[in-house]
């Protein structure tokens, strides 16, 4: 994981996927035949340079086209990290935006993922980092269980549990799951890597569920577990998965709940109630335990400070 904004690196600029680059270079002649100052024109690039050298070191070097709104969103919170302020990533988003839109007008992409990006308003921030407490999960899986939507239900504790991306998420498949050792096996995960899910019994209840639901009403999900209904023989999209994380947020009052929340969610209780940091972080599917630590555990300040008078320091 990048420790700071790189500002400018002719090098890594040099290794961007050429498709990327080829796609900036049009942009830059749609901005000179709108008449935009160079000075205009230079912050532009300047931005989009530093998100595609962000995306180059920490998601793949994956293309513009591949690029997901959850991926924006990681390196929207990743600035905020850094402490740009709510004005200053209202231009970012604003930089990619019109990245986008230019795409989508050339027809060179059906659908603008930061659409689904909220902005941020004066003085405050785009995301707030939301790490669920034993009491909330409980509260969740409380309303949950009384909204009676078994989809909703299974998509909350199955991201909690395995702590997946929400495009892993979508794209699992049945013929994944391993019912007995409770694993779902060969997911696609960030960077095209391949990893194990596993899953807690009150997944796999959902699960058998679900399936069993299906079965008895001949309804076809070409496989999928998040199937859409619309899409046919395509699994759910992940902004139809962010809307239902936002369903969940209200019901348990957090309307800033994210998808990435269950990831570090599930991660610090863990945690915190008692696994190891090295098997926490290999779940995750981290290289390191640094990334681990840094980004996803929230500490338990009040074990802490239990932990601290013992000694009477």
Excluded at 52 to 77: A, C, H, M, P, R
Aim: charged share 30%; hydrophobic share 35%.
């Amino acid at each position: 994981m990048m420790n700071r904004i790189v500002l400018h690196d002719e090098n890594k600029i040099k290794q961007i996927k050429p498709e990327s680059l080829k796609v900036i270079e049009r942009y830059k002649i749609d901005m000179v035949m709108r008449n935009l100052s160079e000075k205009t024109q230079e912050h532009y690039i300047w931005d989009l340079q530093q998100w595609l050298i962000y995306v180059l070191d920490n998601q793949g070097n994956k293309s513009v086209f591949d690029l997901t709104d959850e991926d924006i969103t990681e390196f929207i919170y990743f600035c905020l990290k850094q402490g740009n302020n709510a004005e200053r990533i209202k231009v970012r988003i604003a930089t990619i935006s019109a990245f986008y839109k230019f795409m989508r007008k050339k027809k060179l992409i059906k659908e603008n993922p930061t659409e689904f990006i909220d902005r941020p308003k004066r003085s405050q921030r785009i995301i707030k980092q939301s790490y669920l407490t034993p009491e909330q999960v409980a509260l969740m899986r409380e309303k949950l269980i009384g909204f009676h939507n078994l989809e909703l239900r299974l998509y909350a504790v199955l991201s909690l549990s395995t702590m997946a991306r929400v495009s892993a998420i979508a794209s699992i498949k049945w013929e994944q799951i391993d019912f007995e050792q409770k694993v779902i096996r060969g997911v696609r995960e960030k960077e095209a890597k391949i990893v194990d899910l596993f899953f807690s019994d009150e997944c796999k209840c959902l699960l058998l569920m679900l399936n069993a639901y299906r079965g008895e009403k001949n309804i076809n999900d070409y496989g999928y577990v998040f199937h859409g209904k619309s899409r046919k023989d395509k699994p759910l999209s992940s902004t139809t998965l962010n809307y239902w994380c936002k369903q969940i947020g209200e019901m348990i009052n957090i309307p800033t709940l994210h998808p990435h929340d269950f990831r570090h969610s599930g991660a610090t209780l863990l945690k915190n109630a008692g696994m190891s940091l090295e098997d926490v972080s290999t779940l995750l599917s981290h290289e390191s335990t640094d990334t681990t630590k840094r980004y996803y555990i929230k500490q338990d300040i009040k074990r802490l400070g239990n932990a601290k008078q013992v000694y009477n320091i």
